[in-house]
């Protein structure tokens, strides 16, 4: 009897299979998980919860396969989940432009590091993405400094960016 038991779940959009993924927001959610194979085991499952890469070296099966190898990488490693979340800083960014006033260079220069850190991410290049997000912070508490923006107005991204940042190094 084994002593561990272990399953991942890709969740797609209905209708689509893992051979219709090109991109990281073509997946809905990835879920792996290990367990201790024990009537005992805890019932909250989120305890158990690992990445694919941790589940194929535990199980020594390539569970991805049919993804394109970057984002078979990038979703094995769990970078696909912080390249999601930058969709939510985007969503901040645009919030600054109208509330704080940023101007439309302002603006697109954000974004172009949120857009290309998440091309990295989707790729499972963490080291560039993380890089790209650094930026993005640097810009950021220039732009505080100067005044263009609050130190206020400026947490919220600067807080998720980091957050980000943390998961990924």
């Known amino acids: 009897m084994p002593a561990y038991v272990w399953k991942v779940a890709v969740i797609l959009p209905r209708n689509h299979r893992l051979s219709d993924v090109q991109d990281f927001r073509d997946i809905d ?16 499952w989120k305890t158990y919860k690992t990445t694919v890469d941790e ?7 390539d569970l991805l396969s049919l993804l394109p190898d970057k984002l078979e990488s990038a979703v094995e490693s769990n970078l696909i989940f912080a390249a999601k979340a930058l969709d939510q800083a985007n969503v901040i960014v645009g919030s600054l432009a109208t509330n704080a006033g940023l101007n439309a260079g302002e603006t697109n220069a954000l974004l172009a590091k949120i857009d290309a850190a998440q091309k990295q ?10 890089n790209q997000l650094r930026a993005l912070l640097n ?3 220039a732009m505080v400094s100067s005044g263009r923006i609050t130190d206020a107005d400026a947490a919220p991204l600067r807080s998720m960016i980091q957050g980000v940042i943390d998961s990924i190094a």
């Open 55 to 61: 589940v194929e070296r535990t199980s020594g099966y």
């Open 121 to 130: 991410l989707a790729i499972g290049n963490a080291t560039p993405a993380a």
């Open 29 to 44: 959610d990835v879920i792996a998980v290990i367990m201790p194979n024990d009537p005992t085991v805890n019932s909250d």
């Open 139 to 141: 810009q950021l508490d």
